[in-house]
């Protein structure tokens, strides 16, 4: 009898195997399952069948038979593999660590494990314990561009850019054919300042983008070089469907359920990775504080750090419900928001550095909007509406959009009025000249590109009072500007590097500054508002793109407007008057004063009346059966 239950189970088996062999894997499933139910503990078959439904991205049913296999087995390095990939893919690195750890015990060589396990370690933070796994990958296999790759984003964590920029070369050159690759080292030198490759690489990632519609690029990595909306939404749209057919399998079998009904109180449910001491912190911390309670149910969904800081005090206390989400899967996190019955979901990082764009994936909330975090469109069919306003998204550009776009009167972005200023310290303790002209740009570095730096150079030159005041962000960065100013013609010691301090210092001493300077095509953000808050006059100049169009919105928020310019020699000629025309700057930094408490850019309860009459227009479209369309916000001054 046991031989008969061993044969059946055997050619069950062999049949399995034919059929996933052949690609049918339904039928493969089927055919394990049969030979299971013959011979419940067949290593063999649970193995298989795990694989194959590993293929199907049905990892919840895929994730008890490893598990089973390891009871039987506690040392099969296979099944051991195969959980801590899983687990890892499933966004839970906490567990995944051990059963990785545990497999290298018995494939110490396997040079897969150590770099599933570097992964893991950096998804904790432990970047130290990150990079180290990652070189011995390396070490087993020097020419895989992928542990190349994973080496350089740990570096970047780190703050390692010249390391991180080596990984990636090597990955590039491992596989030249990578668009992913040849970004990542892009960015990587963006952060450096070193643009020696810079406008080759530009134009080889747009051939990319041109020859295969479907590239793998990291959508950010076009915000911040020369590109076009439709460029932009072209690579979104193929980024945003990788993610989609990553959950397309669950979404099919698990589908979330959402009523139409009336609310008594709309539920609205925030999630990020930046609940902490951050930008997007310091911008929006009051709008959680301000929305309307007998209207709103606001909770907060953090898969970011937890920190013991003032700022996380503050956020955990504005919200009705602060969940921390951040050691639960995507899949489990997807659960939780929607069984908190959260209708609408606000995506606040869209695909900045520690997104999981995979929760909203999931369509965890009938109703999804993109604000703030991303300037950009996210492509994606789970993200109903982009907040945005008249100058960032005007409905000229809507056909560069996915989704509906939102324009809020005034402007998108919030800010914060609680934000504090410390007195502004001498400028001799900064390091600044007493009475020459000050440039600022605290913009990022990777935000500095090769043309505007030409223009501030001209400038420099063109007034010999004058120096540039930027931001320190690491010391080979800092040797390439110098470098790149005496190339120019300007003596390096007229840069002047500001190192980082607490946001109240920080603004404190941008008020030892006479005019910011801003970046182009990616703008300042954050740093923009910090400044006029502070009551430092900035000059942008406005593009085409959204991450272009940014500080021209706070700027006419502000009551700026003359401040937007349009191309580099309009940009340079205004800075170069308003530093020779004293009163003409000294006009607009007393009307900035004067505007400081009135202004839409600082009227923070305005723009959340703004903003939750388009949650409750977004409510009433859904309540009703209509899909997403534009909203347009009234302006009640």
Known sequence: ???????????????????????????????????????????????????????????????????????????????????????????????????????????????????YLGTAFARRHALPEAADCLRRAIALEPGWPEAHFNLGHVHGLLGEHPEAARAYRRASEADPGSPAYRSALLSELQQLCDWSQFDALCRQLRRDLAARPDAPLEPFALVSIPSTRAEQLQCARAYARRLERGVAADRLRSPFAFGRGPRDRLRIGYLSADFHEHATAYLAAELFELHDRGRFHVGAYSYGPASASAMRTRLERAFDRFVDISECSNAEAAAAIHAHGVDVLVDMKGYTQFARTEIAARRCAPVQVAFLGYPGTMGAEFIDYLVGDRFVTPAEHARDYSEAIVRLPGTYQVNDRKRPVAPAPPRDTLGLPPRAFVFCAFNQAYKIQPDMFAAWMRLLGALPDSVLWLLEANPQATDNLRRAAMDRGIDAARLVFAPRLPLAQHLGRLAAADLFLDTFPCNAHTSASDALWAGLPLLTCAGETFASRVAESLLRAAGLPELVTRT?????????????????????????????????????????????AAYEQMWRRYEAGEPPRAIEIADER
């Open 1 to 115: 009898m046991a031989a008969s239950t061993a044969n059946g189970a055997e050619q069950l088996k062999a049949q399995g195997d034919a059929h996933r062999a052949a690609g049918d894997l339904a039928a493969a499933v089927e055919r394990y399952r049969a030979a299971l139910d013959v011979a419940p503990a067949r290593l063999a078959v649970l193995y298989n069948l795990a694989l194959c439904l590993r293929e199907m991205k049905r990892d919840e049913e895929a994730e008890p038979l490893l598990r089973r296999i390891l009871e039987l087995d506690p040392a099969d390095a296979d099944a051991l593999f195969h959980l801590g990939a899983l687990l890892l893919e499933s966004a839970r690195p906490a567990e995944a660590i051990p059963v990785l750890r545990e497999a290298l015990q018995h494939c110490p060589e396997n040079a897969a494990l150590w770099m």
């Open 568 to 612: 580099l020699p309009e940009y340079e000629a205004l800075a170069l008057r308003l530093a020779r025309e004293r009163s003409e700057l000294g006009a607009l930094r007393e009307r900035l004063a004067r505007n400081r408490e009135t202004c839409a850019l600082f009227d923070t309860p305005r723009f959340v009346r703004g903003l939750e």
